[in-house]
T-cell receptor, first 112, second 113 residues
Framework: DSGVTQTPKHLITATGQRVTLRCSPR?????VYWYQQSLDQGLQFLIQ???????AKGNILERFSAQQFPDLHSELNLSSLELGDSALYFCASSVGWGDIQYFGAGTRLSVL | GDSVTQMEGPVTLSEEAFLTINCTYT??????LFWYVQYPGEGLQLLLKATKADDKGSNKGFEATYRKETTSFHLEKGSVQVSDSAVYFC????????????FGTGTSLTVIP
């Protein structure tokens, strides 16, 4: 158990819908990272937050947004969903940046 | 641009064989380098890391050396076990410069008895 909790484990929704994925980092970790893992794109870094502020941005679509709350949990919002958004979404946390990341078990999103 | 390139898989080895998975990075500066492993149905776990040139990361019999001159961080293990079957990801961390965290495409390893 990495100590990083992601909910829900599975999500099935329809195209055009909006979903929210939630991540609780390990106790004491200030950084949260979001990744998308799909068969055709591999593992893609989406975004990183550190202590509530956006720290680094990767290949995150404009339809996607994230935030980190004062209690350090984070949410990834995916809107106007398309079939191609079906993927595993991982959250990871670390103490700071440049540190070891601990990954959650992921949320599997299926867009039908 | 910055990226990580790793050996394409899948790789199939017999138990006790020697393993090498190549990884090269392209980045200016001095990224931290990592190998992560993903066992079937699980999230990623850190396998080892190195933060500066000539550092050697090691864990569970796996080793990788940060080679600045060849921009490489190849993963090696002298004698693989069936339990090593997993997908291995090389990664470089440039977030300390406000840049991204880059993963390679992953190399699937299957070890047969």
């Amino acid at each position: 158990d990495s100590g990083v909790t992601q909910t829900p484990k599975h999500l099935i929704t329809a195209t055009g819908q909006r979903v929210t994925l939630r991540c609780s980092p390990r106790s004491g970790d200030l950084s949260v990272y979001w990744y998308q893992q799909s068969l055709d794109q591999g593992l893609q870094f989406l975004i990183q937050y550190y202590n509530g502020e956006e720290r680094a941005k990767g290949n995150i679509l404009e339809r996607f947004s994230a935030q980190q709350f004062p209690d350090l949990h984070s949410e990834l919002n995916l809107s106007s969903l398309e079939l191609g958004d079906s993927a595993l979404y991982f959250c990871a946390s670390s103490v700071g940046w440049g540190d070891i990341q601990y990954f959650g078990a992921g949320t599997r999103l299926s867009v039908l | 641009g910055d990226s990580v390139t790793q050996m394409e898989g899948p790789v199939t080895l017999s138990e006790e064989a020697f393993l090498t998975i190549n990884c090269t990075y392209t980045a200016t500066g001095y990224p931290s380098l990592f190998w992560y492993v993903q066992y079937p149905g699980e999230g990623l776990q850190l396998l080892l890391k190195a933060t500066k040139a000539d550092d050697k990361g090691s864990n569970k019999g796996f080793e990788a050396t940060y080679r600045k001159e060849t921009t490489s961080f190849h993963l090696e293990k002298g004698s693989v076990q069936v339990s090593d079957s997993a997908v291995y990801f090389c990664a470089q961390d440039l977030t300390n410069t406000g840049n991204q965290f880059y993963f390679g495409t992953g190399t699937s390893l299957t070890v047969i008895p």
